[in-house]
């Protein structure tokens, strides 16, 4: 499911992209190095009758049947060990409209154990089961700790489950909960926190939307092009909504519309408005270079620039906000010390010596008076 220009959510299907196919370049998986292939027939990846072979045969066929729309796999044809896979990220998540590609090993004793899963997550962490370095945390994979029902059980599991598992469990609503010990779903102070987390993903997810596009992973070029081409607009979109606080981080037109049901402004903190901001220029250049309807966004950063101060102007406001601000801080304080008794109101160390000048004067005149009068 996606979002359509209207705020609607609606199915997208790259029609010309097959959701399971067979390509030959594998010069960047992850696991390139990982079972070099061997040349004798003992290799189980490539003799048909190991028992490895004909498993991944049946993983192949599963996947060519059963993928669920928003996911789509690729194997290789010389390297039947290996597999791709992206999802895309769902309507009502803080992923929504983002793409995350996997890289996939089968192990030389498959199903056994289970397959190796590495993220592509060009260097950040934007779920608490994704790492930087690409690890995935899921009781699935047997790399997180969870209950024998939930692990990997080679009689059963496929890859199939596995990214089902990722799509659901993983790339979800709220994944500040995915974290052990965040507390527990209604409580106010956790899910100020959630959001806070989804301010953060959401972001993430946009930078890795640039990453992809500047450098798309190898038999992806055309999807990963065709895909910001359409959704560029709508991922434009999202961004001024979040900004404008007229919808909740990640629920971009969740409602049938481009905004919340009631008239509550959503404010975002403003951390996230100026990230967005710093990235809002880039996400509409680059999705413009791969032909996305983004002219309104392009017109109305034009004239924005035109508005905006000059950089030495925003130089010259900052210095006069800063004096501004030592100014009020002390007033503030010399106020305090008028009230705690600290500091007389309204006088300054100048009067203070002025008027012990002018007492000692008067002490003075009036022992002469006084000596006069006894002569």
Not at 47 to 72: C, D, V, Y
Not at 109 to 119: A, E, F, K, L, S
Not at 188 to 197: F, G, L, T, V
Request: glycine share 6%.
């Amino acid at each position: 499911m996606a979002l359509s220009v209207n705020g609607e959510i609606e199915e997208m299907v790259d029609s010309s992209f097959n959701r399971f196919d067979v390509v030959s370049d594998d010069s960047d998986h992850s696991y390139l190095n990982l079972n070099p292939p061997k040349k004798d027939c003992g290799d189980c990846f490539v003799n048909g009758n190991a028992r490895t072979h004909k498993k991944i045969m049946q993983e192949w066929r599963i996947l060519e049947k059963n993928l669920p729309e928003l996911i789509f796999v690729q194997a290789y044809e010389k390297r039947v060990d290996l597999l791709r896979a992206v999802i895309v990220g769902a309507a009502g998540t803080p992923y929504h409209d983002g793409l995350f590609f996997f890289d996939i090993a089968f192990p030389a004793d498959y199903p056994t154990r289970p397959p190796q899963v590495h993220y592509r997550s060009y260097g950040m962490r934007l779920n608490p089961n994704l790492y930087a370095n690409g690890r995935v945390c899921l009781s699935l994979l047997n790399t997180w700790a969870g209950k024998k029902n939930e692990k990997w059980n080679p009689s059963e599991s496929t890859v199939l489950q596995v990214l089902l598992s990722i799509q659901a469990l993983v790339l979800n609503e709220k994944p500040y909960f995915n974290e052990p010990g965040h507390g527990m779903l209604g409580r106010s102070i956790w899910e100020k926190r959630s959001q806070a987390y989804n301010e953060d993903v959401f972001i993430l997810s946009c930078k890795t939307m640039l990453f992809l596009l500047r450098r798309p992973p190898k038999n992806y070029e055309g999807f990963v092009a065709r895909h910001f081409r359409e959704r560029g607009d709508i991922i434009l979109r999202a961004c001024d909504a979040y900004r404008a606080g007229s919808v909740r981080v990640g629920y971009y037109g969740i409602h049938g519309s481009s905004s919340s049901s009631s008239s509550t402004i959503i404010d975002a903190s403003e951390k996230f408005k100026m990230s967005i901001g710093k990235l809002y220029p880039e996400l509409v250049a680059a999705f413009q270079r791969v032909g996305a309807s983004v002219e309104n966004f392009v017109e109305r950063l034009k004239a924005e620039s035109k508005t905006a101060p000059s950089s030495k102007a925003r130089v010259v406001l900052k210095k006069s906000q800063r004096t501004r601000g030592i100014g009020l801080t002390k007033k503030f304080l010399r106020r305090m010390m008028e009230v705690l008794g600290l500091k007389k109101s309204g006088k300054s160390k100048a009067d203070v010596t002025k008027k012990k000048s002018s007492s000692r004067k008067v002490r003075t005149s009036t022992t002469a008076v006084e000596e006069t009068e006894r002569e």
